[in-house]
């Protein structure tokens, strides 16, 4: 039975023969659920169905299930190496996404469903996204290393496929999330709680239902609309920073399908792995990097290769050379480890190392803001079975509308005109970047801003006082609008004429100021008051130093005025600052503060808290131009 545990099985030429045509039938199989057609769907499915059968069948006569699970090894470990290391590239992006599936109608309303349990919840997690982060990229980036070199494979077969399990239900729940359905959900309220007595207002309108009530806590039952999540986060921002976009939710779940496939090959091969002889790392080593390189070149980002060889090669020194305690396969996993950990301190203290985000140095603002598409709709009609409620929808006139004679049919009915999609909209790749400012918040740090006085009309108006003899209130109108039919001179006496000043606009938004301006310097706090400020006094040396140069210097924010003000007066700071939605400057940058310099709109340099320079330095490179 030799042949058994050999990558031959009982014929190297037919084993390689299944492995391609299993790969062409999961080829078909993705297609025809991602890409093909209603008309072409059933077709690719019975094929790639038919020749995975086929094939998997002669993977079992001939003994090929090491091979293809050699095959499966090579592939998911440099996968899994990639992915790991794409996260751990920015595992604080990763966090927020795992914070999106914590929310309550996120993930927790699917096992709400599936085990009728309302008060389930996920949210004491938020707490622990960015460890979970941390643990999660790590985790891919050691199972992918032991994978390759077969270390403790029966382990690693089993963490893969918990895994892999694990992340496709997650993208089976993105994908099949319908965000017009509803959720049963159990939410518990202090009496003290200004909520609670609102949700007892909606119970006695029939809104929501108590489900139980003491004098000092109050159970509430409410249907809710799932929060459905469109990007499992799986590559990060990566995909949608290298060719444009992310995946499908369902593209995502098909992603995942094909890995767990893989890895129940690795899985049920686990017997039959051994460890890696000297002339197998050499081949699986190349084979695996083949695969890293391949997806570094889709995410532009080549640094995989060389961390993936370190990774690999380290791991199998520190297994020949390690010792009595880390001479083995523990040893190469602590290694691994210990070299991701220090990535991920690296970037957490600084900054990604290569920036997917549409803020990253050398991006055009404006561009990013304009890139989008508009939608292609058209006027359909929309009939409706009366038997079976299948529905169609014309585009009228159209060919196929008349040809079908469907308003001739008994069985089938008019229901309405719909706006059918054409072409699906393409949205800009930056929405939601307007930092704005209430007029009646404006300082005299705004006010300096050219930018800012030219949005600031002001129009005097004559306006006329007067008093209302029943109750004696005063008021005051525009006096064009007064006169003594409205205003008798037995109910309101005139007191005088005053001239006030009104402003013709009640927010400035500098959005197109910042794209435009020559050169303007931007400081950017997703949090005002857990940011770090040790570098305050470089920040108002650079400010000073732009006020001197004429170039622009903002501070945006996520904060009340009460905290901006407070800022102002705890760091003597008079800048001019404006807010914006917290979720943009988490895109911005992941340091918390960070300062940016762009010049007509572009990025041209962008510093981490800890990476800010003095005044000196920053006019040397950035104001001396």
Not at 123 to 148: N, P, Q, R
Not at 219 to 233: I, L, N, R, S, Y
Request: charged share 20%.
């Amino acid at each position: 039975m030799k042949y058994i545990a050999t990558i031959a099985g009982k014929s190297l030429v037919f084993n390689i023969a299944f492995i391609v045509v299993n790969l062409t039938g999961l080829s078909f199989l993705v297609f025809a659920n991602v890409k093909s057609s209603p008309e072409s769907y059933l077709l690719f499915t019975l094929l790639g169905i038919g020749l995975m059968i086929l094939s998997i069948a002669g993977l079992i006569i001939f003994k090929g299930r090491l091979m293809i699970s050699s095959f499966s090894r090579v592939f998911v470990g440099g996968l899994f190496i990639v992915s790991g290391l794409v996260k751990a590239n920015d595992p604080l992006g990763f966090s927020y996404k795992l914070e999106e599936y914590f929310e309550d109608g996120a993930l927790a309303y699917r096992i709400k469903e599936l085990f009728g349990a309302p008060s389930f919840s996920l949210e004491f997690l938020m707490d622990y996204a960015l460890a979970l982060s941390v643990i999660i990229c790590i985790a891919e980036i050691v199972l992918g290393v032991l994978t390759i070199i077969g270390g403790k494979i029966k382990l690693v077969s089993y963490l893969l496929l918990f895994m892999m399990l694990f992340f496709t239900f997650l993208t089976w729940h993105t994908a099949n999330c319908d965000p017009h359905s509803q959720f049963l959900d159990r939410d518990t309220y202090s009496m003290s709680d200004p909520d609670a007595q609102l949700k007892l207002e909606e119970a006695q309108e029939g809104k929501v239902k108590i489900h139980s009530q003491t004098s000092s806590e109050l159970v509430v039952d409410e249907m809710k609309a799932p929060q459905c999540v469109t990007d499992c986060g799986c590559f990060g921002d990566a995909l949608k920073g290298s060719v444009g976009r992310s995946l499908t939710p369902n593209e995502s779940l098909w992603k995942d399908l094909i890995l767990l496939y893989f890895v129940i090959w690795i899985f049920v091969a686990q017997w039959i792995i051994k460890p890696n002889t000297i002339k197998e790392n050499l081949i699986y080593t190349a084979s695996s990097l083949v695969v890293i390189a391949f997806f570094s070149w889709v995410f532009g980002w080549y640094f995989p290769i060389l961390f993936g060889l370190l990774a690999i090669l380290g791991a199998l020194w520190v297994r020949r050379a390690g010792g009595r305690f880390l001479g083995n396969y523990w040893g190469s996993a602590i290694f691994v480890s210990v070299l991701s950990m220090l990535l991920v301190i690296f970037v957490l203290l600084y900054a990604p190392i290569k920036d997917y985000r549409p803020y990253a140095v050398e991006s055009n603002l404006a561009e990013k803001m304009n890139d989008g598409e508009d939608g292609v709709y058209k006027d359909a009609l929309l009939y409706k079975n009366k038997k079976t409620g299948e529905e169609k929808s014309f585009v009228s006139p159209s060919t196929e509308y008349s040809d079908s004679k469907i308003w001739e049919l008994d069985d089938w009915e008019f229901v309405e005109m719909i706006n059918q999609v054409v072409k699906e909209p393409i949205y800009p790749t930056i929405q939601d970047f307007d930092p704005t400012i209430k007029v009646k918040y404006l300082t005299d740090a705004e006010r300096k801003l050219s930018f800012v006085r030219s949005q600031i009309v002001e129009t005097k108006v004559k306006r006329i006082r007067f008093t209302a003899l029943e109750d004696q209130t005063t008021n005051a109108i525009e006096l064009s609008e007064f006169n003594l039919e409205t205003y008798p001179a037995e109910e309101y006496q005139i007191i005088d004429t005053v001239d006030t000043v009104e402003l013709g606009t009640d927010d400035i938004s500098i959005k197109e100021a910042i794209v435009n301006e020559k050169r303007i310097v931007m400081l950017v706090s997703r949090n005002i008051t857990e940011a770090n400020w040790n570098e305050i006094d470089r920040i108002k040396a650079i400010a000073a130093k732009c006020e001197a140069e004429d170039v622009p210097f903002v501070l945006i924010v996520n904060a009340t005025r009460d905290q901006i003000n407070g800022f102002r007066e705890e760091h003597n700071f008079e800048c001019a600052i404006f807010s914006m939605d917290q979720i943009e400057l988490k895109i911005i940058s992941r340091s918390n503060p960070a300062l940016l310099v762009l010049e007509n709109g572009v990025v041209r340099e962008k510093y981490s808290h800890r990476t800010i320079p003095t005044g000196e330095r920053f006019k040397e490179i950035h104001l001396k131009k």
